[in-house]
């Protein structure tokens, strides 16, 4: 190692600290490689028990750029995020998203403009689980659609498309309205 840091024993230090203020011009931290083969860039491994964050970010609220900036370029083959939860019994969410703020903006946007033939957003089950794949409710009186689909310049796409096979032990649609 170049730089090795024991904090065994110093459980209230910080190992690196880098503050600064003014008219940045520079990152703080940068790392730069035209190196080849498989060893990660950056590589974290927990074994401990802890329950903080890995990664805790804190931005004020005039903050405009981007948390986290993926730009994938020339990188066809790679992966943007990878997510394996293990086969162990999950006790929390892999992703959560908590919007409780106000304004027009969407909480999840995808802008798709490729010319290739796969699909936008994938979803493949193959487990035998009990829950819905899709789960929307609404706790509060909302008066947006749980589902908009514009078709205005997809003319040769369906809207909806459904199929079945095998023995059926529920219908493919059910609505269920308790409304008066």
Do not use: C, W
Not at 71 to 79: E, H, Q, S, V
């Amino acid at each position: 190692n170049a730089i090795f840091v024991d904090l065994d024993s110093a459980v209230a230090m910080t190992a690196l600290r880098v503050e600064g203020s003014g008219t940045r011009t520079q990152p703080y931290v940068e790392l730069i490689s035209d190196s080849v083969g498989s060893a990660h860039y950056i590589d974290i491994d927990i074994d401990g028990a802890g329950s903080g964050n890995v990664f805790d970010i804190t931005t004020s609220t005039t903050f405009t750029g981007s948390v986290l900036k993926i730009d994938m370029n020339a990188a066809t083959g790679a992966k943007a995020i990878f997510i394996d939860s293990s086969n162990e019994t999950r006790t929390d969410d892999l992703i959560e998203i908590t919007a409780d703020g106000a304004g027009s903006t969407d909480v999840f946007e995808i802008n798709d403009s490729s010319t290739r033939s796969g699909h936008v957003f994938d979803i493949n089950v193959s487990s035998t689980s009990s829950g819905n794949v899709i789960d929307i409710v609404y706790s509060g009186a909302s008066t947006g659609d749980a589902l908009n689909l514009d078709m205005t310049s997809a003319v040769a796409g369906g809207a909806i498309v459904m199929t079945g096979a095998g023995t059926r032990t529920q219908d493919i649609v059910q609505i269920e309205d308790t409304s008066a």
